[in-house]
């Protein structure tokens, strides 16, 4: 065995480094407090608003005047308000991030999703030790909105503008009406951007996660899509139908415990000139690819959520959400497909495509 050297402790580097856990533990604590001023409506009150006292926002909002004081302060002091003389502010660009849920930049969805993420820890560090992995569907529920609000916004502002126009050929084929399978949809947020955009097609959203798939129905009558937007509860390795001109798999082929099994039933309900369009977080191939403040908000809800989630159903392939784009290639045509090709990314997300 080698003997390690020991190297004197710079004390320097250990006051720096705690300095910057400083910084962690309040933005650890901050997450609850984005959470507390979606939910009671805070920011969606000062936004616009000017400078306001702590009395003013509590009384627009109808909450505690003492409590909404020191959730401004504590704001202040992280900079998503100003404060001068008593009156706190939000300002403009910080509303359209905290305020405006149509906005590309909207944050507290992604919030919602971390802060349930970290609720459930204590099952997540029991299975550390089983190995067996902790199931989608046995997460919080705030953890299914969470993830609906986090990635709303992306697909919103990429989905119809970019991803699908980039495919080959699909766009036109959805305008006169296409046959639409959202595989592992969730509450169907792609799902129903999709719908909304193309009203000559038809849209089938699966997911193995039968709350979920109540949830999506709800929004599907909720935004009168109902006729063309349809939900069922199924796994992407037996979901029914074939001959379908697109099937979609956004931001859920990793968390799949078989994902090659996955490939492999998507190319059998996929019609012979049919595109699979897979969105999935970015990454570079290598860890140190990812080595980022992207890649590390990845690894982290991936030791989470995605991984566990994997490791709980059969063959537990667990590729985690930064496999990168060689691993997806490597999955996508052990399930058969001939076809690859990386059509569009943005920041969060790689756009791929897989043909027969
Ligand atoms: C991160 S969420 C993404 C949900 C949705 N696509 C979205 O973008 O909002 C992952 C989804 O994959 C689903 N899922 C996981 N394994 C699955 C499987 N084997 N078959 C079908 N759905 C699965 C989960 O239930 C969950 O809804």
């Not at 590729?319 to 090709?341: I, N, P, S, Y």
């Amino acid at each position: 065995m080698a003997t390690q050297v020991e190297q004197p402790i710079d004390m320097a580097k250990v006051e720096q480094f705690v300095h910057r856990a400083v910084g962690e533990l309040g933005a650890t604590l901050n997450a609850a407090l984005v959470v507390i001023g979606d939910r009671l409506g805070l920011y969606k009150a000062m936004a616009g608003a000017g400078p306001l006292t702590p009395s003013e926002l509590a009384h627009r909002t109808d909450t505690s005047e003492r409590c909404v004081r020191e959730w401004l302060s504590a704001q202040a002091a992280g900079g998503y308000v100003t404060y001068d003389d008593g009156c706190y502010t939000l300002p403009a660009e910080h509303a359209v991030a905290l305020a405006d849920e149509d906005s590309s930049a909207f944050l507290p969805g992604a919030f919602q999703l971390m802060t349930a993420a970290v609720r459930d820890e204590p099952m997540i560090t029991e299975a550390f030790r089983s190995g067996t992995g902790v199931g989608w569907h046995q997460h919080n529920h705030a953890l299914f909105e969470g993830c609906e609000r986090f990635f709303r916004p992306g697909y919103r502002a990429n989905l119809v503008e970019s991803w699908i126009p980039a495919l080959d050929g699909v766009e036109a084929k959805l305008r006169t009406g296409a046959r639409v399978a959202d595989v592992g949809c969730g509450h169907g947020a792609s799902t129903l951007i999709m719908a909304e955009a193309y009203p000559a097609s038809q849209f089938s959203g699966f997911d193995y996660h039968d709350h979920s798939i109540e949830v999506a129905t709800t929004r599907a009558f909720a935004a009168g899509v109902d006729d063309r937007a349809r939900f069922d509860t199924a796994s992407a390795q037996d979901y029914a139908g074939t001959g379908y001109d697109l099937v979609t798999t956004f931001d859920c082929l990793h968390d799949m415990g078989d994902p090659v099994s996955a490939a492999s039933h998507v190319l059998e309900s996929l019609d012979a000139d049919g595109t699979w369009l897979i969105v999935e977080p970015f990454a570079g191939d290598r860890v140190e690819d990812n080595l980022n403040p992207v890649g590390r908000l990845y690894y982290a809800v991936s030791t989470l959520v995605c991984t566990p989630a994997s490791l709980s159903q059969d063959v537990g392939l667990a590729l985690g959400a930064q496999a990168g784009e060689a691993r997806l290639r490597d999955v996508v045509t052990a399930g058969g497909f001939t076809r690859f090709r990386r059509v569009a990314d943005t920041p969060f997300n790689l756009v791929l495509e897989a043909r027969p």
